[in-house]
């Protein structure tokens, strides 16, 4: 071992130098908790890096870029499965014709960039270079400058600094917009990465959301929102979900996320948002992606949202506005707790088409129990034509207490949704008169 230490005595940036002027062949090994990588060296030259969970794997990458098509992508995993083991899925790309050698160099150039500009964002982490180690076969090697790779990595610092400052945050929802400068120039001229962003802003999606939909890595993609936004083009709103905490707010899980987010579309009259949440898990950034909506104050509640009357008690407006949202059920239990901690209240969602149905059911039970004592209301609904199951028989089945309430919910009804929360409410301001 040639050299070894932590990141908050030496910056990456100095091991950097040294290795280029001793003009060293090895691996700079960087790693902290649940993350590490490799950038490695050919007399002193960088000619490949990869990450530890991958930040975007080769064919991922070349998909987004639009080098390649996802079905190019599928034939060409095929054919790696079925390969001896260390076939590289570049080579068979270029075998199969898919791109040629300049476009794959270009999407490795790129990876070593992303790969370097995310550990220059580490603030600790143990690093170690060893000499002469080799990266596997790859299907390409490259020969990049460091003091490119610094600078590059340095600048890409600065501009998120500018992005966020301008932004404010990348949970904020951006909304088309009239700028000026169309009428001044009577027309407007979008290149091709900004129709791949603008194609994705539709006033419900937030940026986090549609950086991960664009097709374009999250640096340059944000480059191309905060650009719109400079240009006038789009404006953005606080993130909804930002008021957890701050007033009423109703967390909804259930096992399935189609029947979950039809609950919050029938309660809003299908005005949600979609956010991919960010947050700080053991050290770790935990993307999770966020169904929110709000029932507003002054919106009338005659269970079809659209003022035409109806039944006052059924859907009397509520007194204050009340955030309902939900997050995937593939999030993780600290992820949903970080999330859903401060919550006034909860709806958990259960298919009552029979027994089996509700088995489901047990772990969102299991969580709600490791929360505490948190008011709560099941609400059951029906996914198949059918006799839905008693209350007594539910009860029983999910083994509740007499005291947790179990409602029958029709899931495009607006009336009917919007009572289960109410119900919630009501639950929670028992608890806290308690």
């Not at 940036?13 to 590490?36: C, H, W, Y």
């Not at 996802?70 to 790309?93: F, Y």
């Not at 993609?221 to 953005?236: D, E, Q, R, T």
């Amino acid at each position: 071992m040639l050299l070894q230490g932590n990141l908050q005595e030496f910056s990456l940036p100095n091991i950097f130098q040294l290795v280029k002027m001793s003009a060293k062949s090895g691996s700079l090994t960087i790693r902290r908790d649940g993350e590490s990588g490799k950038i490695f060296f050919r007399n002193g030259m960088i000619s490949y890096a990869y990450s530890s969970p991958q930040l975007l794997p080769l064919g991922e990458r070349l998909v987004k870029a639009g080098a390649i098509s996802s079905a190019e992508l599928k034939q060409a995993l095929a054919a790696q499965k079925k390969a001896p083991e260390g076939a590289r899925l570049g080579g068979i790309l270029l075998t199969q014709g898919s791109l040629d050698h300049g476009t794959l160099e270009q999407a490795v150039r790129e990876q070593i960039q992303d790969t370097a500009f995310n550990f220059f964002s580490w603030n600790d982490g143990e690093f170690e270079f060893g000499a002469d180690d080799s990266p596997p076969e790859e299907d390409i090697l490259v020969e990049m400058n460091v003091e490119t790779v610094i600078m590059e990595g340095c600048r890409r610092i600065d501009e998120w600094e500018l992005i966020f400052e301008q932004l404010g945050s990348l949970e904020r929802v951006p909304h088309l917009a009239y700028g000026d400068h169309v009428d001044d120039e009577g027309r407007l001229t979008l290149t091709a990465e900004e129709w791949r962003v603008v194609v994705h802003i539709d006033g419900r999606a937030d940026i986090n959301t549609i950086l991960r939909d664009c097709g374009l890595d999250r640096f340059h993609g944000a480059k191309v929102i905060y650009s719109l936004f400079s240009s006038g083009l789009i404006n953005v709103t606080e993130p909804v979900i930002e008021s957890i905490g701050k007033g009423l707010s109703v967390a909804v899980r259930g096992p399935i996320d189609i029947y979950n987010e039809v609950f919050l579309n029938t309660l809003t009259d299908s005005n949600v948002v979609k956010q991919l949440r960010v947050e700080l898990i053991d050290e770790k950034e935990v993307e999770i992606p966020v169904v929110a909506g709000q029932l507003l104050a002054h919106a009338n509640g005659n269970g079809n949202g659209n003022g035409s009357g109806g039944e006052e008690a059924e859907g009397a407006a509520p007194a204050e506005d009340i955030l309902v949202f939900t997050a995937a059920s593939t999030c993780s239990e600290q992820a949903w707790r970080r999330l859903a901690g401060e919550s006034s209240a909860w709806v958990l969602l259960a298919n009552a088409n029979d027994v089996d149905s509700l088995r489901s059911t047990q772990a969102d039970l299991e969580f709600m129990k490791a929360l505490g004592k948190v008011p709560f209301v099941v609400a059951t609904y029906m996914s198949m034509v059918g006799e839905e199951m008693t209350g007594k028989q539910i009860s029983k089945a999910l083994g509740l207490d007499a005291k947790t309430p179990v409602l029958s919910c029709h899931l495009r009804d607006r009336a009917s949704v919007a009572s289960v929360v109410r119900a919630a409410l009501e639950l929670a301001a028992v608890s806290r008169g308690a």
